[in-house]
C-alpha cells in the first residue's frame, strides 16, 4: 500500500512525527501516511541528532506507531550502525518504509559503500520501503555528487530517493531525471510546482517538531505575560488520541 501511495496524482505529502501523540494527530487529519524525524526522536529524549545514539528510541517508538492505521515509515539515521538489522525489525513489526542517509556527520559516505548498505536492507526487508537519502545538499558536501548517487542508489534497490535541503528547481529536475524511483524533498517551491518537476513525495522532517518547540515557548510565555493563550487542543481531545 505504502508503495502505491507514492503514485497518485499528486506528490505524497508525509508529515513527520516524534511520539505516538502527534502521529495519532496526524492520522485523525487524514494523513494517510507517517513518518518519523530523527531529530524530534532524538531531541525528545536528549540525544543529538545524526549521532547514531537513538537506535532504542527510534525502534520504540516504531512499535507503538504500527498500532496507528495508516503506514509508517521510520527515518534510521544512517542505520545506527547495523542498517540492514534495522532494516528487518521494523518490517517485522509490521513498518512500511526506512529512511537511511549517506550523511556521516560532515562528511558522506563512500557512495559504493552506501550502495551496498541499500543492497543489504532490501536483501534483509525486500518489501520495506526503503527510501535512501542523499546528504549532499544538506551538510553542503560534494553538491555535484547529488544525481550520481541518487542513480547508484536507486540501482542498488533503493525503492525512492530522499534529498533534502533547500534545492533549486534546476537541482530537483536533474535529480527526477537521474533516479528512475520516486523522489523525495522537503517541502518548498509549492506543492504544484514540485509536481510539475516530478517529485512524488514532500516530506515535512522536523519542521512539525521544531514548530511545536516554538509553540511550547509562546504559549508559556503567553502564560507569564498574561496574554491571550490562543486555540488549543482539548484535554479530552488529546488523551482520544491514545485510543486512535
Request: aromatic share 4%; hydrophobic share 50%; charged share 20%.
Amino acid at each position: 500500500m505504502f508503495h502505491r501511495l507514492h503514485d497518485g496524482p499528486q506528490p505524497l505529502v508525509l508529515p513527520n512525527a516524534w511520539d505516538f501523540a502527534s502521529a495519532a494527530a496526524l492520522v485523525r487529519e487524514g494523513f494517510p501516511a507517517v513518518g518519523t524525524t530523527s531529530l524530534g526522536v532524538a531531541a525528545a529524549h536528549g540525544l543529538p541528532d545524526a549521532a547514531g545514539l537513538a537506535r532504542e528510541e527510534a525502534l520504540a517508538l516504531a512499535r507503538a506507531l504500527v498500532r496507528l492505521p495508516v503506514a509508517v515509515t521510520v527515518d534510521a539515521e544512517a542505520g545506527f550502525g547495523d542498517a540492514p538489522g534495522l532494516a528487518a525489525e521494523p518490517a517485522d513489526l509490521g513498518v512500511a518504509g526506512l529512511n537511511v542517509e549517506d550523511g556521516r556527520g560532515d562528511r558522506l559516505a563512500d557512495p559504493a559503500e552506501q550502495a551496498e548498505l541499500v543492497r543489504a536492507c532490501k536483501r534483509a526487508a525486500p518489501h520495506l520501503f526503503v527510501n535512501a537519502r542523499v546528504d549532499t545538499h544538506w551538510p553542503g558536501v560534494d553538491r555535484g555528487s547529488t544525481a550520481e548517487r541518487a542513480a547508484r542508489y536507486a540501482d542498488a534497490g533503493a525503492d525512492g530517493v530522499f534529498v533534502p535541503g533547500r534545492l533549486s528547481e534546476r537541482v530537483i529536475a536533474e535529480v527526477v531525471a537521474a533516479a528512475p524511483v520516486p523522489v523525495n524533498v522537503l517541502a518548498q517551491h509549492g506543492i504544484r510546482v514540485l509536481a510539475d518537476l516530478g517529485v512524488r513525495r514532500v516530506s515535512t522532517g522536523s519542521l512539525l517538531f521544531r514548530a511545536a518547540v516554538r509553540a511550547t515557548v509562546t504559549t508559556a510565555r503567553a502564560v507569564r505575560d498574561g496574554t491571550p493563550v490562543g486555540e488549543v487542543p482539548s484535554y479530552e481531545a488529546v488523551q482520544a488520541l491514545a485510543g486512535t
